[in-house]
């Protein structure tokens, strides 16, 4: 992130003080003067294209990584992901439960007839044994309310 604000900081100097004058930069050996208005333009669409992920990386990292995963009756809901939209998928749509593990951290998926997907890992929990009572709870409900295809 440090590295997109450095570059668009570099972009940015170059494309808003003119340290050369009226001179016309040459082309690597093509023969051909690019104005230096064009130089500025480029400079700032650099700029612009430094910051855009720069700023995205940002507000992903303080928007906070607190999911929460809500269980109703009918529903499950997972909210709270930084940079990512809120999912709420019904038990009687889920059409298969995964279990696997991810950086040794253990992990649940769950797909539904639509494609929507939910994926679930251990290191979002703080205590170790919610995320096993979790997945018992999720694979309960799935076998008892939809359509487990495992």
């Not at 998926?109 to 890992?121: D, F």
Request: hydrophobic letters at 45%.
């Amino acid at each position: 992130m440090a590295l997109f604000f450095a570059f668009a900081g570099v972009f940015s100097y170059s494309a808003l003080f003119d340290v050369a004058g009226p001179v016309r930069y040459r082309g690597m050996g093509l023969d051909v003067s690019v104005d230096p208005l064009v130089w500025q333009a480029l400079f700032l669409l650099g700029a612009i294209g430094m910051l855009a992920p720069g700023i995205f990386i940002l507000l992903g990292l303080l928007r906070g990584g607190k999911p929460s995963v809500r269980l109703d009756d009918t529903t499950i809901g997972l909210s709270g992901r930084p940079m990512a939209n809120d999912v709420t998928l019904r038990w009687d749509s889920i059409t298969s439960v995964q279990r696997f593990r991810v950086q040794g951290f253990p992990a649940i998926r769950m797909k539904t007839q639509t494609g929507k997907v939910i994926q679930l890992t251990a290191h979002i929990f703080p205590e170790k044994g919610d995320f096993e009572a979790l997945c018992q709870e999720i694979e309960l409900r799935v076998t008892r309310y939809g359509k487990p295809n495992r």
